[in-house]
T-cell receptor, first 111, second 113 residues
Framework: GQNIDQPTEMTATEGAIVQINCTYQ??????LFWYQQHAGEAPTFLSY????GLEEKGRFSSFLSRSKGYSYLLLKELQMKDSASYLC????????????FGTGTKLQVIP | ETGVTQTPRHLVMGMTNKKSLKCEQH?????MYWYKQSAKKPLELMFV???????ENNSVPSRFSPECPNSSHLFLHLHTLQPEDSALYLC????????????FGPGTRLLVL
């Protein structure tokens, strides 16, 4: 199987830092994505990791450990507009390198 | 605005109806995708097209029939659907099937009565 696990819901305070974890089965791993999806809208691309380590993009950072089958998305200086679902998706090697999505983590930012 | 448009945005249909969803991408991409997103479930890949050729059919029932007349347009033809097919149907495109990023359209919210 290609299970991808992430928490269903999280709540954090405006201005704080939140870390959203994602674990996956390592067999055939070929890259990990994070997408943001606001309610009623399309997912939008946030980050892509294929090598171990931390990738930083402004307030958002994404970390990958391939040996542990683990990634996290770190959001700093949270803003109310960051309230959304965050989707972890993994590309597995295969005929056309299929991307499998997790169920998403619904983040609520409170004042 | 991601460069991927979908119509209609909302659709209500009976189980005996036939309808089609349309997706158009203005990005010059070679790969297009249909996904189904149901409440509390992961995004499910349905079909993948690369250069107008279907390269993946992810065990989707035959009541869903995709069509890709050219690399900019993708259709999903629907007939004799079931209430459990009610979901958000998302179209996406990428430069190629191995590209880093997929660009999603806004989706069609489908309700089957």
């Amino acid at each position: 199987g290609q299970n991808i696990d992430q928490p269903t819901e999280m709540t954090a305070t405006e201005g704080a830092i939140v870390q959203i974890n994602c674990t996956y089965q390592t067999s055939g791993f070929n890259g990990l994505f994070w997408y943001q999806q606001h309610a009623g809208e399309a997912p939008t691309f946030l980050s892509y990791n294929v090598l171990d380590g931390l990738e930083e993009k402004g307030r958002f950072s994404s970390f990958l450990s391939r040996s542990k089958g683990y990634s996290y998305l770190l959001l700093k200086e949270l803003q109310m507009k960051d309230s959304a679902s965050y989707l972890c998706a993994v590309r597995f090697s295969g005929g056309y390198q299929k991307v499998t999505f997790g169920t998403g983590t619904k983040l609520q930012v409170i004042p | 605005e991601t460069g991927v448009t979908q119509t209609p945005r909302h659709l209500v249909m009976g189980m005996t109806n036939k309808k089609s969803l349309k997706c158009e991408q203005h990005l010059g991409h070679n790969a297009m995708y249909w996904y189904k997103q149901s409440a509390k479930k992961p995004l499910e890949l349905m079909f993948v097209y690369s250069l107008e050729e279907r390269v993946e059919n992810n065990s989707v029932p035959s009541r869903f029939s995709p069509e890709c007349p050219n690399s900019s347009h993708l259709f999903l033809h629907l007939h004799t659907l079931q209430p459990e097919d009610s979901a958000l149907y998302l179209c996406a495109s990428s430069q190629d099937t191995g590209s880093e990023t997929q660009y999603f359209g806004p989706g069609t919210r489908l309700l089957v009565l």
